[in-house]
Nanobody
C-alpha cells in the first residue's frame, strides 16, 4: 500500500522560512515523479513544485527563487524548503506521487497518490 505523510507545517511570520517533509512508502521502486501541491483557503489546488525521477525540479512561477524541492531516495523522503514566505503562501500543502517520465527534462503529470496535507500559515 502506497502511503505519503507530510510534516513540518505550522505558523510563521512573513519573510520567514519553513521546511516541509514527506515520507513515502509502498512503492516497488523510487522511480516516480513527486510533487508538492497547495490549496489556499477558498481557492483551487495548485502545483508548487515537482521533481521527476531524474531529479529535475520544476517550480511554479510564484515560488521560483524562494522554494527548493528535493528528494532523498535512500530515505524515501521529499522536501520543500520554503523561504521569504508571504501571506499568499498560506495554504494546505500536500505531497503527491505519479508515474515516472521517460525522457530527461520530462514534465511530471497525472499524479495519483496523495498525502493528507499539512497547514502552513504565514502572518504579516
Amino acid at each position: 500500500q502506497v502511503r505519503l505523510l507530510e510534516s513540518g507545517g505550522g505558523s510563521v511570520q512573513g519573510g520567514g522560512s519553513l521546511r516541509l517533509s514527506c515520507t513515502y512508502s509502498g512503492f516497488t521502486d523510487d522511480s516516480v515523479c513527486m510533487a508538492w501541491f497547495r490549496q489556499p483557503p477558498g481557492k483551487e489546488r495548485e502545483e508548487v513544485a515537482s521533481i521527476n525521477n531524474f531529479g529535475e525540479p520544476v517550480y511554479a512561477h510564484s515560488v521560483k527563487g524562494r522554494f527548493i524541492v528535493s528528494r532523498d531516495k535512500g530515505k524515501h523522503m521529499l522536501y520543500l524548503q520554503m523561504g521569504r514566505l508571504m501571506d499568499d503562501d498560506t495554504a494546505v500543502y500536500s505531497c503527491a506521487a505519479g508515474p515516472p517520465v521517460t525522457l530527461i527534462f520530462g514534465r511530471c503529470q497525472n499524479f495519483d497518490t496523495w498525502g493528507q496535507g499539512t497547514q502552513v500559515t504565514v502572518s504579516s
